[in-house]
């Protein structure tokens, strides 16, 4: 069983920055996805970024250049450096971890968020 427990989230104004961190429990697979999800008030919940275990990276378009994720295996933990911050960026911030596992199956799990607010 993995658990996740995120932090650094707040309250920021608008050009300002944060970084998340997002801590795994133990790490179950050497094999494995983290990334960041966000949920806005009455939006559906989307990707922010994903970095896997060879450290590939992922981003969604909205955040290309102003945000970056990284990952510290040895302490199986996921950074997410966020610049140049806006409104609409306010959200809860998800961490989600991910493994493939055989028959085909995914093991899936999410930590229970950190609230952004960018806000002047």
């Known amino acids: 069983q993995v658990q996740l427990v995120e932090s650094g989230g707040g309250l920021v104004q608008p050009g300002g920055s944060l970084r998340l961190s997002c801590a795994a429990s133990?790490?179950?697979?050497?094999?494995?996805?983290m990334g960041w999800y966000r949920q806005a008030p009455e939006k559906e919940r989307e990707l922010v970024a994903t970095?896997?275990?060879?450290?590939?990276?992922n981003y969604a378009d909205s955040v290309k250049g102003r945000f970056f994720i990284s990952r510290d295996n040895a302490k199986n933990t996921i950074y997410l450096q966020m610049n140049i911050l806006k409104p609409e960026d306010t959200a809860v911030y998800y961490c989600?971890?991910?493994?493939?596992?055989?028959?085909?199956?995914?093991?899936?799990?999410w930590g229970q968020g950190t609230q952004v607010t960018v806000s002047s």
């Open positions: 989600r971890y991910t493994a493939p596992m055989s028959g085909g199956y995914k093991y899936d799990t």
């Open positions: 133990s790490t179950i697979f050497s094999v494995n996805t």
């Open positions: 970095i896997t275990s060879d450290r590939t990276t």
